[in-house]
């Protein structure tokens, strides 16, 4: 594995242009190093709906503890992409999804209702993610000036010239919403780290033939307690490791997933309108939204 630098978003440095027939993609150019990643995040294709799905696992980390498999998870994404044109910067695309994060139980995988905090001895209500969008701006393949934009990744993995993969990490440290007005003087911030790891089969990445990628996709998160856990600023954090993949459409997840969807968040089949605007939902912001539906219902039954 080595680092190299390259333009648009995407390049194998071990194929040259002249790999490539006219019917591929030219991964050594901006353009079709942009058009790889679109085929990785969605298709080619306007508003076709690609679904990702994954599984695996919650610890918790303290001082002087062993950590502990606190929970299970399974996620899922659906998303599709608009056109846009940027004029001298080029085509790009603008990638519109919602998502949800279930905690599950470690033995029966079905979503937790309550959880058994180990170290408070208190029983909470789970709130599983559902956040709705989670969208990306564009980013084109050619900066303000029209010249090409540089990128420095990861990348590596070719067996035989059949599969390529790369990771990139997202350090994540913004205002915490569930904070009062005195987050600086009290730390008040959501600080965690989200880790992807993506591969895939060559052939479906630079095919004319194909609109989409095949992907795998692994997803790592390090983070603060999350906030229905009541750990009250308790020492420790939480780290998640999943691995998934693109599937062909919603039939073809898991059916826990599936399930929760069809019965409590049937919106999830499709990704949101091509034309969103709305500011993305995040796991803070939705459990404010939760905690004060919550209170309206008590006071609705008053």
Known sequence: MKKIKFVGLLILSSLTASTFAASKLDLNTPEGANMAMRKIQCSTVDEK???????????????????????????????????????KRGKTYRLITREILLYTDKKTGQP???????????????????????????RFPL???????????????????????????????????????????????????????????????????????DVHVGWVRISDWLPFMMMSGREGSIYIHTAGRKVDGFDDMGEVIKKFINEKAPLYKTPPPIDDTRPNETSWTGYRKAIKGEEFKRQRAK
């Open 49 to 87: 709906p690609v679904f990702y799905w994954w599984k695996g696992k919650a610890f918790s980390r303290r001082q002087g503890e062993v950590d502990r498999n606190i929970f299970n998870v399974e996620g899922m994404n659906v998303r599709h992409c608009a056109t846009v044109d940027g004029g």
């Open 112 to 138: 937790l209702e309550v959880w058994d905090n180990p170290w408070t001895g208190e029983e909470v209500k789970v709130e599983h993610v559902l956040n709705d969008p989670v969208n990306q701006p564009a």
């Open 143 to 213: 900066d303000e000036n029209g010249k090409p934009f540089p990128w420095t990744a990861r990348f590596g993995g070719e067996r035989r010239g059949e599969h390529w993969w790369m990771t990139f990490p997202v350090p994540l440290f913004y205002h915490n919403v569930l904070g009062g007005d005195y987050q600086k003087q009290v730390g008040g911030v959501y600080h965690a780290t989200e880790m992807f790891n993506f591969s895939g089969d060559i052939e479906s990445l630079i095919s004319a033939d194909t609109d989409t990628a």
